[in-house]
Structures are given as structure tokens and as C-alpha cells.
């Protein structure tokens, strides 16, 4: 076996490296949700910033400017955002961090224009606010947030009015007020048809386009969810796969455009027959996955049957009527994931070797262990 050995000196190149490596990576409670890590990616990077440039500019403001009043406010911040880094790391917790960085940089924002009394050049620098409130917060809340921060300018700038030397107020107020309202405005527009994108995507990924229902990627992770739950709180819950019967028949004799339209329908009916908690998802083909929580077998073979007869009685415009035959399983805590999975496939296929329009049930044996 090959051995690896370090030495001191690579001891201490890499530590520093990989302690800086770890602080900027998103910590992996996040990573499930692509939009939840984004999010969580921006906060960890935003916290980072705020800790670094407050400790350089507390450092500058108390060695170099000798203003100990103002290093004591960015040593406050620090311990802020240092407070709500460690809450993001160590509880993977995201909203209160967020919250307190927005608010950390709000503040320091307005603080600068209160301790440059009257110079407008630093109001240039109050459009980063929206820039990261929006992706920290999403549009609602980050909307409220940012009409806060504006007014609270406002308020600045009319309390500062007669105290502070600015020169032409009225024509300074105006312009602050629209370069306000139009940055935000166009961050809020950008934001606003980021996220109408995103969720199409989202939809697009979780649902089959033809039907409408969960497609396979949703049903492999409600099938993991539920299993989690059973073992979880120690009761079983129910799938039933179908499958329609000469489906082959329908294309063939009608076209795929009746098929699809039966394929449609079918999930429809399936949909409108079920309960709200249960799940239905198109496995593939003319193959469907119906998933029922905190079902057990009998509740699951009273459902097969009515199901079985509802498709039965159904009749589709142009290709009359159609049956299914369905693999009835029940999985309880012992159960194990791929031989129930196996089991219910069986039992399908069984159902089909018996003439179908039928169920069968999957052995208790061949679910477990
Ligand atoms: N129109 C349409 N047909 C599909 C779609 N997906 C799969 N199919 C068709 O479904 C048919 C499935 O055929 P088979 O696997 O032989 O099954 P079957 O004819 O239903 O026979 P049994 O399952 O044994 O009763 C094939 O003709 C596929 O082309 C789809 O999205 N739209």
C-alpha cells in the first residue's frame, strides 16, 4: 500500500489553505435545493466580505485616522457578521443570517451618510443595497426591505437639510430620490424574471409535460421521502404501479396523438379519483407510480379495485375504453427499498400473466428483507 506522508512544512501551507478552502465552500445542508444553495452561496460570500472589509476598515479608521468612535461601530459590525456566520455554519440556518447581514450593510450604508455630512458622493454607493437584498431575501421581502432603506435615506437627507452644508438640497434630494427608485426598480425587474424563470425550470423538472403529473426524478424522491417518514414514525405506507393494457393497440390503431391524449386523460382521472396527499407520477410510458402515505395493504386493495373499475368504466372519445392492471405493495419499516420495489414489479407483471384489467399483490416475503 502506498503511503502518504507530510511534513511539517506542507503541514503548514495546507492548513491555512484548507481552513480558508472550508469557510468558502456552502456548507452541504444546503445542497439538496439548487435555489436554496444559490442563496446560501451568496450569504456565505456576502458575510465574508462584510467581516474582511469592516476589520480592514476598523483597523484603517482607528491606526491611520485615529477615529476611534467609527472603528468602534465597524468592530460592532464585525461581531455581527461574524455572529451570523457562525449561525449560517454551524446550525445551517439561512433567514436570521440573511437578515442580519442586510441589515449590518443597510446600516453601514446609512452610516456613511450620516458621518459624511452633506457629501453626496458616497450616496452612489446606497444602489448596493439592493444588489444583494433581492438574491438574499427574494422579491417580497427584499422589496419591503429596500423601500425601508429608502425612506430611511429620506429621512437622512431631510434631517441633514439645515445642518449640513449641500449644496442646491431640493435639486440634490430629487435626483438621490429617482436614482433611488429607478436602480432599485430595474434590480427589482431583473430579480422579478429571474425568479419567473427559475420556476419554470423548477416545474419543468419536476413534472412529465405531457400529463402534467410528477414525473420520475419527483417520484424517486418522494419514494426515498416516504420511506424516510415510515421508518420515521413506524407505520407502513401503500404504491400501487399501473400500467395500461394493450396500450400498444391504442397508437397503433388510432395514432399517437389519440395515445397521448389517452395517456392524458388517464392521469386526470387517476388525479381526480385519489386522495390530495396521495402521489401520483408517471413512471414511464404508459407505466404510472401512485404513492400512498400512511396506507396499509387493505386500504391499498379496497383503492385497486375501485381505480380498476373507474378505468374500466371510463370511456375515451375516440379510443372507447381501456384497462389497466396494477402492482399493489405495502412497505413498513423493515421493508427493504429495491426488493419492495422488485416485489411490486412482479406483482404487476403478474397481474398482466392473468389477463389483466386486474391487481397483485406483492408478496410480504419478497418486500422485505
Ligand atoms: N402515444 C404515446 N405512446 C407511448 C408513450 N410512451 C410509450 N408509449 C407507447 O406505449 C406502448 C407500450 O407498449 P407495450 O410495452 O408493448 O405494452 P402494451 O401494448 O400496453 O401491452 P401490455 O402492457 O402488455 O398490456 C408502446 O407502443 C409505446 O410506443 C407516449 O408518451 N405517448
Known amino acids: ?40 452561496q451568496l450569504l456565505n460570500f456576502i458575510l465574508l466580505t462584510l467581516t474582511a472589509v469592516m476589520s480592514v476598515a476598523a483597523l484603517f479608521n482607528l491606526l491611520v485616522i485615529g477615529d476611534a468612535r467609527l472603528a468602534l461601530i465597524e468592530l460592532a459590525m464585525v461581531t455581527a457578521t461574524l455572529l451570523a456566520l457562525w ?21 453601514m450604508l446609512l452610516y456613511l451618510i450620516v458621518h459624511t455630512q452633506g457629501d453626496t458622493n458616497p450616496y452612489v454607493l446606497l444602489l ?3 444588489l444583494f437584498v433581492y ?10 426591505a429596500y423601500l425601508l432603506f429608502v425612506a430611511a ?21 430629487f435626483n438621490i430620490t429617482i436614482a433611488l427608485l429607478i436602480g432599485g426598480g430595474i434590480i427589482y425587474y431583473y430579480e422579478h424574471t429571474r425568479e419567473a424563470a427559475l420556476n419554470r425550470v423548477r416545474i419543468l423538472s419536476m413534472t412529465d409535460p405531457l400529463t402534467g403529473i410528477w ?70 410510458g404508459e407505466e404510472f407510480a401512485l404513492i400512498l402515505p400512511n396506507t396499509d395493504l387493505n386500504q391499498a386493495e379496497v383503492l385497486a379495485r375501485t381505480l380498476l373499475k373507474t378505468i374500466r368504466a371510463h370511456h375515451y372519445p375516440r379510443a372507447g375504453r381501456v384497462t389497466a ?16 420495489f422488485r416485489a411490486i414489479d412482479q406483482a404487476l407483471y403478474r397481474a398482466k400473466h392473468q389477463g389483466r384489467d386486474g391487481y397483485a399483490l406483492a408478496t410480504t416475503a419478497a418486500a422485505s428483507d
Not at 511534513?7 to 491555512?16: D, H, S
Open 1 to 40: 500500500m502506498r503511503k502518504t506522508t507530510t511534513t511539517a512544512e506542507q503541514m503548514v501551507m495546507v492548513r491555512p489553505l484548507s481552513a480558508l478552502v472550508l469557510l468558502l465552500e456552502t456548507p452541504q445542508p444546503f445542497a439538496h435545493d439548487p435555489l436554496l444553495f444559490r442563496r446560501a
Open 87 to 107: 449561525r449560517f455554519r454551524r446550525h445551517a440556518s439561512l433567514q436570521g443570517p440573511a437578515w442580519l447581514a442586510s441589515s449590518t450593510a443597510g446600516a
Open 128 to 130: 448596493l443595497y439592493p
Open 135 to 144: 438574491p438574499l431575501h427574494g422579491l417580497r421581502a427584499a422589496t419591503l
Open 153 to 173: 435615506v429620506l429621512a437622512i437627507f431631510v434631517y441633514g437639510w439645515g445642518r449640513w452644508s449641500i449644496s442646491n438640497p431640493a435639486q440634490t434630494l
Open 215 to 284: 414525473n420520475r426524478t419527483m417520484f424517486d424522491e418522494m419514494f426515498t421521502h416516504e420511506i424516510a417518514v415510515s421508518r420515521r414514525q413506524q407505520h407502513c405506507f401503500s404504491l400501487i404501479l399501473l400500467d395500461l393494457d394493450h396500450f400498444k393497440r391504442i397508437n397503433d390503431e388510432y395514432g399517437h396523438d389519440i395515445g397521448d391524449a389517452v395517456l392524458r386523460e388517464f392521469a386526470q382521472l387517476l388525479t381526480t379519483r385519489t386522495r390530495a396527499s396521495d402521489s401520483l407520477s408517471r413512471w414511464g
Open 325 to 340: 392492471s396494477m402492482g399493489v405493495g405495502t412497505f413498513c419499516p423493515n421493508s427493504n427499498r429495491e426488493t419492495f
